[in-house]
């Protein structure tokens, strides 16, 4: 039986034509590093053995954080990187967007 080695498909990802500020890279940096505190917490809460209702108190904090953090980026994703295509005349991202924002739901 031959195995085949299968070549990494190449990335699909997008990048930015308007850069992050290092101001707003770093604000959104600090909120991951907050959260990722905050999941660290977690994992030490069930070492612990803490009582489950704090820890779905603090799973419901990162949850809330996470989608704050991701709300920030859809808006900076609307007033860059949709406009941007918009004035170039592509509208299918419009739908794009549409379906990110249900993603975020």
């Known amino acids: 039986m031959e195995i085949k080695s299968k070549a990494a498909a190449p990335c699909a990802c997008h990048q930015k034509a308007t850069p992050r500020s290092e101001q707003e890279l770093r604000l959104l940096k600090n909120r991951l590093s ?4 905050q999941l660290s917490g ?6 612990e053995n803490r009582y489950c209702g704090d820890i779905l108190t603090q799973v419901a904090a990162v949850e809330s954080a996470l ?3 991701g709300y920030l980026i859809l808006q900076d994703h609307m007033e860059t990187c949709v ?5 170039k005349g592509n509208t299918a991202v419009v739908d794009e ?3 990110l924002i249900k993603k975020l739901k």
Request: overall charge neutral; aromatic content about 4%.
């Open 34 to 37: 907050r959260m990722a505190g």
């Open 42 to 47: 977690i994992g030490k809460m069930l070492d």
């Open 67 to 69: 989608a704050a953090f």
């Open 83 to 87: 406009v941007e295509e918009i004035k």
């Open 97 to 99: 967007a549409v379906q």
